[in-house]
């Protein structure tokens, strides 16, 4: 409550609800990871937060709960900008949530069958985009990655394709959703 000096929370998965007015203006919050375990936010249990712009949920939607003074303020006057972000798979989700546009997030995934030599190089279809930026990495030896791909894709599928794949020796390839 009125923390201005919190810059991050890590809720224990023994949490299940956060409480009315919990991180009422604490201003120097920017994102927050809400496990799966917690089931109801209080209202205004975000009020005020300036920066606060990435609630991501790692389970089903939490229950808003209503107060007769404060209504469904749990995320009032946040940042510019904010999201809730939510993992596919997970139930009571819409296109808004407690006021916040929301935004599905799925691992990407690589199309079966599809890795091989194509036109310009080694590469893959990638699946289950939407809306989310996507970082293909590789690594010669399983232990140093690094980003050779980055992209934001509007569509649910992405040809990718590495034109350097026959300048290494080994080449392995991951991707992430960032």
């Known amino acids: 409550y009125r923390c201005t000096s919190l810059t991050n929370v890590i809720f224990g998965h023994s949490v299940t609800s956060i409480g009315f007015s919990a991180f009422i203006y604490c201003g120097s919050l920017t994102r927050v990871t809400i496990p799966a375990s917690v089931t109801r936010i ?3 249990g975000f009020l005020g937060c300036t920066n606060l712009t990435n609630f991501t949920f790692l389970g089903n939607a939490p229950q808003l709960l209503f107060d007769f003074d404060a209504g469904f303020a749990q995320f009032q006057n946040v940042g510019a900008g904010a ?13 808004g949530y407690g006021g916040l546009p929301t935004v ?8 079966p069958g599809s890795a091989g030599v194509k036109p310009g190089g080694f590469g893959f279809t990638l699946t289950c985009l939407t809306n989310q930026t996507i970082v293909v ?8 990655w690094q980003p050779i791909w980055t992209n934001t894709l509007p569509g649910a599928s992405a040809d990718f394709v590495d034109p350097d794949w026959l300048n290494h020796s080994n ?8």
Do not use: H, K, V
């Open 42 to 44: 209080g209202s205004q």
């Open 83 to 95: 999201r809730a972000y939510y993992y596919c798979g997970t139930t009571g989700w819409g296109t």
């Open 104 to 111: 599905m997030l799925c691992p990407p995934q690589i199309a």
């Open 137 to 144: 990495e590789a690594s010669a030896n399983l232990a140093n």
């Open 171 to 178: 080449r392995f390839y991951r991707a992430r959703a960032d």
